[in-house]
């Protein structure tokens, strides 16, 4: 294969789908092949910015001595702390979590399209059909991997500097937590397994807009380039970017309420005492308490951290599909429409 004469990656990558498809991957089925993109796109995006991602985290929960920090003096002071993984804490419960959530966010959005789209033809085949597929979806992959997720926010919550001794986010006590398994055990003792799912609530309540309006984004711009730019890494790179930024900027303070319910527990052993009944509680306490703007703390974080997460989660999912010898989503619409 002469694929070093390319002209374009993108027509790298084409050249190599047709030499997976008639070889190593011929016999896959489409839906495993699309966990394994959907999976491999999601731990990427999550390992690239999972620095900005535990700052944020610390600036949601309103951890003492990182509040009123900003971004590059938040990353210094955990440097300091915790040695260079401190940046990284919490990212191994992260990409656990997000390899089963992406596989099954993208593989269950295809799924779902594929069902709607030849049960429901009325609706048509434009991008209304990416925004109720990718809220199904998004739904689906949230109820199966959550106790991940509030594994991974508890140990990024934590501080601890390099002699062992809790900085911050608990006083004058031993971690809390050890790791995924400690953190799981501990919480379904104390709660059983609704505990562990503690902060589902706003979770499913942002997901299912974000889920979608982000698919809906990703594609309906996609579908507006002209046709010779649609393959192009640089386009899907910015319609990811884009696609990321909008959801979340609609869905952040849900995000918020979120991660003070996930760390309530620890911020009662510590310096506050946080629950709330509910999303809307939630969001009404912290609005009286904290201030509206705690609702949008760390956005600014959040946005940096979105543009190159969404990008590189669209891109590469894409790109892997490709790879994989997986059709194009527009010609697997057309082909199910017209069946």
Same mark, same amino acid.
């Given at each position: ?19 997976? $498809?008639?070889?190593?991957? &011929? ?28 700052? $944020? ?9 990182? %509040? ?36 099954? *966010? ?23 059909? &990416? ?35 809790? $900085? ?8 809390? *937590? ?20 503690? +902060? ?28 010779? %730019? ?9 319609? +990811? ?13 849900? &995000? ?14 510590? *310096?506050?005492?946080?629950?709330? $009944? ?18 949008? *703390? ?19 999912? &894409? ?21």
């Amino acid at each position: 294969m002469d694929s070093s004469q390319g002209s374009t990656i993108a027509g790298f990558v084409d050249n190599a789908s047709i030499q997976r $498809k008639q070889s190593s991957f &011929d016999g896959v089925p489409v839906y495993v092949k699309e966990l394994i993109a959907g999976g491999f796109a999601g731990a990427l995006s999550k390992t690239a910015v999972a620095p900005l991602e535990r700052v $944020k985290i610390l600036w949601q929960t309103r951890t003492p001595g990182f %509040h009123s920090l900003g971004v590059y003096e938040s990353m210094n002071k955990l440097v300091k702390r915790e040695g260079f993984q401190g940046l990284y804490k919490g990212n191994g419960a992260g990409v656990i979590r997000i390899v089963p959530y992406a596989a099954l *966010h993208f593989m269950t959005y295809e799924r779902y399209k594929s069902w709607i789209l030849n049960n429901y033809p009325v609706l048509g085949s434009g991008p209304c059909i &990416d925004l109720l597929a990718g809220s199904a979806a998004g739904g689906t992959s949230v109820l199966c991997t959550y106790p991940l997720d509030l594994a991974r926010t508890k140990l990024a919550y934590q501080v601890v500097d390099t002699r062992g001794d809790i $900085k911050d986010g608990i006083r004058g006590v031993q971690p809390t *937590h050890n790791g995924i398994k400690g953190v799981l055990t501990s919480v379904y003792k104390e709660g059983g397994a609704r505990g562990l799912y503690r +902060g589902a609530g706003p979770t499913l309540t942002g997901i299912l807009p974000y889920a979608g309006l982000k698919f809906y984004m990703y594609e309906k711009l996609k579908t507006n380039l002209p046709e010779e %730019h649609q393959k192009s890494i640089v386009m899907r790179l910015s319609c +990811g970017a884009l696609a990321g930024l909008f959801g979340q900027t609609l869905t952040y303070p849900l &995000d918020v309420v979120k991660r003070q319910m996930q760390v309530g527990s620890l911020q009662n052993a510590s *310096h506050e005492n946080v629950r709330y $009944k509910n999303t809307i509680d939630g969001l009404r306490t912290i609005v009286r308490t904290q201030g509206w703007r705690q609702l949008f *703390h760390g956005v600014s974080i959040n946005y940096i951290r979105i543009v190159p997460s969404a990008a590189i989660s669209f891109t590469t999912y &894409d790109m892997t599909k490709s790879w994989l010898g997986i059709p194009p989503q527009q010609q697997k619409s057309r082909s199910v429409s017209a069946a």
